[in-house]
């Protein structure tokens, strides 16, 4: 299936696709290009915030933003895969009988999952800037990728 069923599928039925993707096996390489998916899809995010930025201060071009944007999403995959291996350690204590990869896959679908959240607050961010507006769409994105991630870490640790 694609990404993006998978997305759609995951606001319905998160315990499906979180099943469907343990039952293939392990697979690293599938597994971190979810990752790189939704990586992908938070540095288009930024693109509208930046433009804004750069047409309001017009001495930090947009090409230096959108590189430290992307060096910084880059640098947040170690600590993705902390944050998985912590959810797992914590199901682990709490009696879950799941392993590492499960935790990953989790967490990297249920990103994968709020990315279209992550994609409105982006555009938000660049529309509007920063305010009410910004700060409810970007609580509703965090509250989807919370959901789905626990939904998901639970489906895998049975």
């Given at each position: 299936?694609?990404?993006?069923?998978?997305?759609?599928?995951?606001?319905?039925q998160?315990r499906?696709?979180?099943?469907r993707?343990?039952?293939?096996?392990?697979s690293?390489?599938f597994?971190?290009?979810?990752?790189?998916a939704?990586?992908?899809?938070?540095?288009?995010?930024q693109?509208?915030?930046?433009?804004?930025l750069?047409t309001?201060?017009?001495?930090v071009?947009?090409?230096?933003?959108?590189?430290?944007?992307g060096?910084?999403?880059?640098?947040?995959?170690?600590?993705?895969?902390?944050l998985?291996?912590?959810?797992?350690?914590?199901?682990r204590?709490?009696g879950?009988k799941?392993?590492?990869y499960?935790?990953r896959?989790?967490?990297?679908?249920?990103?994968?999952g709020?990315?279209?959240?992550?994609?409105?607050?982006?555009?938000?961010?660049?529309?509007?800037?920063t305010g009410?507006?910004?700060?409810?769409v970007?609580?509703?994105?965090?509250?989807v990728?919370?959901?789905?991630w626990?939904?998901?870490?639970?489906?895998?640790?049975?």
């Open positions: 299936m694609s990404v993006t069923t998978d997305i759609v599928q995951s606001w319905r998160p499906q696709v979180i099943r993707h343990l039952a293939r096996g392990k690293e390489p597994a971190f290009s979810l990752l790189i939704f990586l992908i899809l938070a540095f288009i995010a693109w509208p915030r930046l433009s804004r750069a309001m201060t017009p001495e071009p947009m090409v230096q933003g959108l590189v430290g944007s060096l910084a999403l880059l640098a947040a995959i170690p600590l993705l895969y902390g998985a291996a912590l959810g797992h350690l914590v199901a204590a709490m879950g799941g392993g590492f499960g935790a896959l989790a967490l990297f679908l249920a990103l994968l709020a990315s279209p959240f992550v994609l409105l607050h982006g555009m938000v961010l660049g529309l509007l800037g009410l507006q910004a700060t409810l970007g609580s509703v994105a965090f509250a990728f919370a959901t789905l626990l939904i998901m870490l639970s489906e895998a640790e049975r």
